[in-house]
Nanobody
Framework: QVQLVESGGGSVQPGGSLRLSCAAS????????MGWYRQAPGNQRELVAA???????VYTDSVKGRFTISRDYGKNTIYLQMHSLKPDDTAVYYC???????????????WGEGTLVTVSS
């Protein structure tokens, strides 16, 4: 059974920084794309950043230049370093990963339980 476990959320003042972590555990063959989504109250869940198996990255426009996604392949872990945080970044952040149970499988999406990030003065 595959699990994604997030950590690193919390409260910070505007302009502050936080780092989120997400570790995948369980029995699987390959991890393809991993990423972070967020959902603010009353809003739909949106992609924040993603990193492909080859290392290429994508970011939503509102976080470019402030957030950095990285991946430790040996630990099956991704990180989201967030700087210059704004009140609009307040949301529950969810880790997502496309994971294949066996070689050659296309994989399926898994989600973490979410970690709350609050940016407020």
């Amino acid at each position: 059974q595959v699990q994604l476990v997030e950590s690193g959320g919390g409260s910070v003042q505007p302009g502050g920084s936080l780092r989120l972590s997400c570790a995948a555990s369980g029995s699987f063959s390959s991890i393809y794309t991993m990423g972070w989504y967020r959902q603010a109250p009353g809003n739909q869940r949106e992609l924040v950043a993603a990193i492909m198996s080859g290392g290429s990255t994508v970011y939503t426009d509102s976080v470019k230049g402030r957030f950095t996604i990285s991946r430790d392949y040996g630990k099956n872990t991704i990180y989201l370093q967030m700087h210059s945080l704004k009140p609009d970044d307040t949301a529950v952040y969810y880790c997502n990963a496309r994971i294949a149970a066996r070689p050659g499988y296309s994989g399926m999406d898994y989600w973490g339980e979410g970690t709350l990030v609050t940016v407020s003065s």
